[in-house]
Nanobody, 126 residues
Framework: QVQLVESGGGLVQAGGSLRLSCAAS????????MGWFRQAPGKGRDFVAA????????YYGDSVKGRFTISRDNAKNSVYLQMNSVKPEDTAVYYC???????????????????WGQGTQVTVSS
């Protein structure tokens, strides 16, 4: 079964750091762009970061630019999100996702991603 499994979420104080991981199984991982999205209670799913299939290009949402870093290790079928200088407004469920098509142009739209993990909760205390 093709799946994505996130880990690394938890409770962190404002100004602290957290690293999220997402492991893919039964997916030709190195062929797909990957993304991180987040959803806060009562809000829609927002784009956080994306990385192209070979890791050469990265994209970030305005609210996390300069604080978060997306990376991938194709040998480990994994994508990561390093979160630094976190803020209470970063509190959300974080999802990793794989693009619907191989070797696609990177997009930041959730509907362009067809495979999603179950999500991991990140809570930032003030």
């Amino acid at each position: 079964q093709v799946q994505l499994v996130e880990s690394g979420g938890g409770l962190v104080q404002a100004g602290g750091s957290l690293r999220l991981s997402c492991a893919a199984s039964r997916l030709t991982f190195s062929s797909y762009n990957m993304g991180w999205f987040r959803q806060a209670p009562g809000k829609g799913r927002d784009f956080v970061a994306a990385i192209n299939y070979n890791g050469a290009r990265t994209y970030y949402g305005d609210s996390v630019k300069g604080r978060f870093t997306i990376s991938r290790d194709n040998a480990k079928n994994s994508v990561y999100l390093q979160m630094n200088s976190v803020k209470p407004e970063d509190t959300a469920v974080y999802y990793c996702a794989a693009h619907a098509r191989q070797f696609a142009v990177v997009t930041t739209t959730a509907t362009d991603f067809s495979l999603w993990g179950q999500g991991t909760q990140v809570t930032v205390s003030s």
